[in-house]
């Protein structure tokens, strides 16, 4: 892809494909303008995010797994020479008066039980018994849970933030009304004079 958005005639031979002599039109409008990012948990995504894209975007994932998974996206770009991509998440949101009306909402009983094959580090409990051990691949609660979720991301290295509200379709537009209006603002609101205090946010 950074082959043929170069404007000029290209060949590629790899594994799986390969072509001679071709050229797409309209290219981008400078080297580098459309970033790639890699999506994936696993350590292995972490370095194809380091060394061919300019970020890296899991689905679905826990804190403490992020955490593991950034100090060695740390390492791996001193190793090579290379800048840090952006870190993204995209945690299934579930916003709710309580953190148990919120809960209620989500299928995080079949997360819980997916979540040893997901190969993600094993939580401060010890196993993977309740939702608060999903902490980060569920962000469940109240308007203000759901900020100090999101800035526990911030301080772990986070750059952006997908709310997914896939489980809540049924009442989407009261989730993005409540995003919107009651974390958004707060959110915003403790930047420290800085673009880039908080990560930013979004919602699908």
Known sequence: M?????????????KFYKFNDIDIHPSPSSPGSIPIWYCGNSPASVRRAVEYCQGWMPGRITLRTFVKRVERMQMLAEQH???????AVIP???????????????????ILSGAAKAGWVTPASGGWTGPDDLEGAIIA?????????TVKYHEAGLQHLTYDFRFRFDDWYECIQLIG????????????GTASAEPAVAAS
């Open 2 to 14: 950074n082959l043929v958005w170069s404007g000029e005639e290209v060949s590629f031979e790899g």
């Open 81 to 87: 020479g290379k800048p840090m991509p952006t870190r």
């Open 92 to 110: 299934i949101t579930s916003p709710g008066k309580t953190r148990e009306e919120a809960l209620a909402k989500v299928n995080w009983q079949g």
């Open 141 to 149: 609660g109240d308007p203000d849970h759901i900020i100090e979720e």
């Open 181 to 192: 209006e009651e974390v958004l603002p707060k959110l915003r609101a403790m930047e420290s």
